[in-house]
């Protein structure tokens, strides 16, 4: 007998009709990912330096969410997986640290309109904080859950860019290894917030310093494995250049044939899955610099 095909299966995690999966050409499933431009339909501000393109939440939250479920964001910035959020229907929740940024994600995302009536809340915080935490689930509740259905995470490329002064911002981890160490305390804080099953984003790219490329994507990757999330796809994203960079390309280009090295063109973005099934999940490093005998 011809079993007719199922419209959606009982585990779906998205809307995607899969007896119409030819029509979505929109929906990204290559690792190599080209924006022509930065999506500027929604009320986003490109000028923060260090936000994402709207693009990146679009495909993460069509692929790995449905509509009227809801997504947490614990870098904020200035509200782009909010304002993506309203556009795509799905309840969002962000933190950012700094104040003033946080302030003004508000009013940005207050100005995208919300037809499908969901929910958009901003959460002024230290993402590594229990607090935090508590604040972030009273939030969910407010979008009627206990549980966010996708984390995405992106957080500073450590100091590359400072974004504030404050001790808490992970831009101003003294080293590298503080930077991971104060990753995994926001990995921690979130992990019991998002449902099983489903998937954590995160953005991030590697930097220079003294000469040397620094992996920090692939380093910050490893601890999110070892606190036992699957990894489901590294993808790539080019990068084009900010307007201080854009002045300024034939230095680069000069520097870089000096140097032996090549200018950064790319970042990652990593899908991990929480899966429940998997025995190991949630075994922190040991960051402590004691050695065992
Ligand atoms: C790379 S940006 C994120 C930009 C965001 N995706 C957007 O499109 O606007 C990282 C953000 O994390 C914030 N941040 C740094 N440390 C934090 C912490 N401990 N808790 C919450 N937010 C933090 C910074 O202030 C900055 O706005």
């Known amino acids: ?38 999506d500027d339909s929604g009320f986003h501000s490109p000028e923060y330096w260090g936000n994402f393109i709207p693009q990146i939440v679009t495909q993460a939250v069509l692929r790995f969410t449905k509509k ?23 309840n969002g929740v962000g933190v950012e ?38 604040e972030v689930e009273k939030a969910l509740q407010e979008c009627g859950t206990s549980k966010a259905q996708l984390l995405i995470l992106h957080p500073p490329y450590h100091d590359i860019i400072k974004f504030s002064d404050l001790e808490a911002d992970l831009s101003n981890a003294k080293t590298e290894e503080d930077f991971y160490t104060q990753f995994e305390q926001v990995l921690e804080n979130y992990d019991d917030v998002l449902e099983e099953g489903r998937y954590l984003v995160l953005v991030i790219g590697d930097k220079y310093a003294k000469g040397e490329w620094i992996p920090l994507g692939f380093r910050t990757m490893e601890r999110v494995l070892r606190h036992g999330y699957t990894l489901k796809s590294i993808c790539v994203k080019d990068i084009k250049e900010n307007r201080g960079k854009r002045n300024k390309i034939s ?30 999940r949630r075994k922190p490093t040991n960051t402590s610099k004691s050695k065992e005998c």
């Not at 919300?114 to 993402?127: A, E, H, P, Y």
């Open 1 to 38: 007998m011809l079993m007719k095909p199922r419209k959606y299966s009982p585990k779906s995690i998205n809307d995607l009709d899969m007896t119409h999966w030819k029509e979505y050409n929109d929906v990204i499933t290559d690792s190599l990912w080209l924006f022509p431009k930065r």
């Open 68 to 90: 009227g479920e809801t997504v947490l964001d614990g870098f904020l910035g200035l509200g782009t997986t909010l304002i993506e959020c309203r556009q795509l229907g799905r």
């Open 97 to 134: 640290l700094v104040p003033w940024v946080a302030e003004k994600a508000k009013w940005f995302i207050a100005h995208e309109s919300n037809n499908g009536g969901i929910k958009t809340l901003v959460i002024q915080g230290d993402s590594r904080l229990p607090k935090t935490k508590l």
């Open 251 to 280: 230095l680069w280009r000069y520097r870089a044939l000096r140097g032996g090295y090549y200018i950064f063109k790319h970042e990652y973005i990593m899908f991990f899955k929480k899966d429940a099934k998997k025995k190991d």
